[in-house]
Every structure is written in C-alpha cells, then in structure tokens.
C-alpha cells in the first residue's frame, strides 16, 4: 500500500479544500449529529439511491421522531412505511436494533466504532459513518463511491469484492482519512464521488485530483474500479392466484428466509419455468385450495422483476370463488384493507393495475 500513498497529501488537502468552496450537495441528514438520524438514514441509504431515500427519511421522521417512538411502534406499521424500498431485512434489523438500544441501552445510542458494529444490522461502513458523523470518532468510510474515487485517483487494479481488496481499500482510506476532521472529510469523499467522480459521465476537466489522477493520466477512467466478474442471477417464475370470495382475497405473510420475509403475498404458484394458467390452477397446490367452481376472471401479462440476485418473472391469475375456500397458509383480508398492508414491490405493481378493484 506505501505506493499508494505517494500523493496522500495532496489527495486530503484537494479533497477539502474542494469541500470549504464546491461542494453545495443538499441531503436532510447532512451535518445532522443525533445518532439516532444518521443511523436511520445510514440503514435507508443501504442500496437506495439519495434522491429515492430523501422521502422515506423524512416519512419515517415524522412518524418516528426518536429511537423509543421506533422501538414501540407495530412491526407492521413499519413495514408499511418501508414499502417499496427492497431489501426488508433492513426493516428488520431496523426494528430490532431500535428495541435493543430502547430496552436495554436506555435509549442512548452505543458511543464507540467496536459497540456500533455489534448492532443488527451495522456493518463497518454504518458504523464509521455514525462513529464519525456523530462522535467524530476517526473512521474512516468505504462506500461504493469512496473506492471508485480511490480506485482511480490512485490507479488501482485490486476488486473490491474480495476480502484482500477490500483489506486495502479499507486501509488505505483510513491512511487518507483527515483525523482532526473525520465527520467532514468522509462526507467529501462521498460527495466528490457522487458529483465528481462518477460512474459515468466523470468530470474530470474540472476535478482537482486531476493533475495527479492515476485513472486519467493512463486513460482508464471507465476501467475503474475493478470488478470481479458478477456471478449469473438465479431466474424464478412465480404465478401469484388473486383468490377473491365477495370483497375478501386469501393473502399470507411470508415468513422464510427468502426474499420479501415479513411482507404479504397471495397464492403463491412457483416452477422452474413457465406455465400456462390452466396448468397452475390444475395443479395440485392450487386445487387443494381453490376448489371449483370459480370464475377466472383476469389473467395479467408476464412481466419481469429484478432484484440483484434474482430475475422473477412474474404473472397474476385472479379468480372469483363461489364458495369460501379453507387455507391454514393464507387467510382472507378484506380487499379494501389491502392498502395498509405491506408487500413487496412486484405485487404492488400489479396491484397499481388491477382492472377489476
Ligand atoms: S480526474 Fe476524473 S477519474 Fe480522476 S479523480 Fe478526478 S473525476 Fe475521478
């Protein structure tokens, strides 16, 4: 890592100085120091972008101002106000650290990078960003835009994604780290990342680090930083049966370790590739709950839904029962409730457009 660190002091002063006069990039929790809002926006701002994470701050806010109002609300409710921004284990871990410092820390958020990374759901960028941002503890941050900024400025070839690399960045960018302003420089370095050095479109004609850039001095800006080949998304089909009996729908909370654990879903139909409607309605899964006769009334086209790891194709057969089906697995909800009910984003999709609410 010595090499790397050949142009340290240029990189830091550059780096702040850029940050006292250019830097003009608004966020609700900028400068905040309560650690109770950079924690929450730190767990929203886990795989969503700021400009979609802005509103959910502010919702989750009003609704929750303080770790105990958090810590004592319904897990349903929170997961309503979740809804639509993925990746629910987050809420999960979210409820259960909120109860965890309430209940047994009193409410006072854990005051040292070692005892915030033994928090559910805290990981070692959450914990310098909290570390720093609230205590100005010297940890340095290691986000997505902070190794594309070091990737580049300092030309390195090493991924990320496996443990050596990140040992390095993670190393590096404490070397690089400002100590006596740990909360300012690592809020630079994410900004500069995420207005100068981006993914695309990089503005290196007007980027300070310019003169000394690895990346652009050698012309591989776009080649930086380096990533390991992405390993094949698993693809799903998954046939979802809209069971309705008068102004009820048989619904279930998903409670497995799998994708969407604690949101709702109906029927749910998977194979290992695509089928025809009558095929799944015929299907022994499916007859054994929806007895005929029924009326099928609406069948929706297949679409797609991504996730990082997974392809769902995706498709919704809705029926109309004549007589009231029995499920132990999924129980009936009135349809006009469905809205204070949390479910992922695919079936919301479908639900938006459902012709026949
Ligand atoms: S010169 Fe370009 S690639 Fe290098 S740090 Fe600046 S914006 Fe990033």
Redesign the pocket.
Known sequence: MVGHLKHKGFFTKELMDWNRTENDREMPWKKVRDPYKIWLSEIILQQTRVEQGRSYYNSFLSQFPDIHSLAKSNDADVFKLWEGLGYYSRCKNLIHTARFISQNLQGRFPDSYESLLELKGVGPYTAAAIASFAYDIPHAVVDGNVV??LA??FGIDSSFQDQTGKAMFQELAQALLDKNNPAEYNQAIMD?GAT???PKG???S?????KK????LTDR?YE?PFKSKAKTKKTRWMFYIVAKYGNEVLIRLRTEKDIWQNLHEFILFESPSDLEPTEILESEKISSICKKPYILVHVSERFQHILTHQTLNMRFICIEMKQKPKSEKYHFEKWNRLKKIAFPKAILRFLENYPLR
């Open positions: 594309r900024v580049r400025f500069f100068i050095c981006k990089a503005l290196c007007d980027c300070p680090l310019s850039c690895q990346a652009l800006v930086l």
